[in-house]
């Protein structure tokens, strides 16, 4: 096998590739990147056998074949370089050369049959999504994940793809996320998919604005076409919760604050707050909201008061201050609405106002408080 390319095309291509490559293997062959030269083009692949990552480069071909060769040290090697041609060379021996003007660089490649296959994709369904929504479902649902690997349902994110409607949740138990597109073209597929988190935060990475991102579901996996590179993940095959069944329908109290002075006073107040348990309360009454908390280990305490309209009798609450700071950090509008019922049940969090055919619904569970 024998390309040549630029430098820069070269280190942007395995830039890509790196994220999918594990950290850490039993299988020495992981760490290399995968070279398939053939009359279609230079394409280029990495695995960690959950997530597969194939790019196309461009390249001027001298001799077809195929090559594994160690992705960090090319990458080492080519981000050293100013821009400039780039020769790759490889023998039957798995010798490994590279040629620029100013110098050649050798090292070893390993056994092309030792590199994962591609996987199957069987019963492939088509759908579609748009870059930009995609990026932003993406940046609204994934903080709410679980990180319990003993519940594999919730360490994805759930999409439903219905014909006129996409319905995306995460949760974990303490606070839930629904994000709700009514705009939305199924195409031929409709269904549940549970997708890992981390072919998530993938594409978060690789997706540009304006772009339509095609999407094929098979059994158990689902390969996306970003940009012209393909890249596959197995999907999460259990169960996902009824989400619908915990989310109440009957909360009676509305409060109307500005996200940002709420999350201001939630940071402020939680630093005095018991390290363990990092419990805050909320005492709402029908102008105003006071934020308080006590540590009686550290003999500390904090309270802030911010303006807010109730539609309901007073309640107070209390919630685990990271979980309430991470719901007000992932809402983008100016002013939100809670919705409650009683301390101990869920509350729901909303923009006051919804973007144009979309509903986004936060819940978080509230947590009983110390005497």
Not at 22 to 32: E, F, K
Not at 129 to 139: P, R, V, Y
Not at 298 to 304: D, F, I, L, V
Not at 308 to 321: H, M, P, Q, R, S
Request: glycine share 4%.
């Amino acid at each position: 096998m024998r390309i040549s390319t630029s430098s820069d095309e070269l280190l942007k291509t395995l830039q890509k590739l790196s994220k999918g490559t594990p950290a850490r293997s039993t299988l020495p062959i992981l760490s290399c990147v995968l070279f398939e030269v053939d009359s279609n083009g230079v394409s280029l692949r990495t695995t960690d056998l959950e997530i597969t990552i194939n790019c196309k480069m461009e390249a001027s071909i001298e001799e077809p074949g195929s090559a594994a060769i160690p992705l960090q040290t090319l990458m080492d090697i080519t981000n050293e370089m100013s821009d400039t041609r780039i020769t790759l060379s490889v023998d039957e021996g798995q010798k490994v050369e590279l040629i620029t003007d100013s110098g050649t660089y050798d090292l070893m490649g390993k056994p092309v049959e030792e590199f994962p296959a591609l996987p199957e994709v069987d019963n492939r369904k088509a759908s579609g999504i748009k870059a930009d929504i995609l990026k932003e479902i993406i940046q609204t649902t994934t903080f709410a994940i679980s990180k319990d690997e003993l519940k594999p349902a919730l360490t994805g994110v759930l999409f439903r793809f219905q014909e006129k409607k996409l319905t995306v949740v995460a949760t974990d138990g303490h606070r839930l996320v629904r994000y709700i597109r009514n705009d939305f073209e199924g195409k031929e597929f409709s269904g549940d998919v549970i997708i890992p988190k981390k072919f998530l935060n993938l594409m978060n990475t690789m997706l540009v604005a304006n772009e339509n991102i095609q999407i094929w579901m098979g059994d158990n996996n689902l390969t996306a076409n970003i940009g012209g590179d393909i890249i596959f993940t197995r999907t999460i095959d259990e169960r996902f919760p009824d989400f619908e069944s915990v989310i109440p329908t009957d909360n009676d109290k509305e409060i109307l604050v500005e996200r940002s002075k709420l999350l201001s006073a939630v940071k402020r107040v939680s630093i005095f707050s018991n390290r363990s348990t990092q419990q805050i309360a909320l005492e709402i009454s029908t102008e105003k909201t006071i934020v308080r908390t006590e540590d009686p280990e550290k003999a500390s305490k904090a309270k802030e008061e911010i303006d807010t309209k109730l539609n309901g009798d007073d309640i107070t609450v209390g919630y685990n201050a990271a979980y309430l700071k991470e719901v007000l950090m992932h809402l983008k509008s100016q002013n939100i609405v809670l919705h409650l019922k009683t301390a101990i049940s869920a509350g729901l969090i909303y923009p006051d106002t919804q973007e144009p055919n979309c509903e986004v619904t936060m819940l978080l569970m509230p947590i009983r408080l110390n005497d």
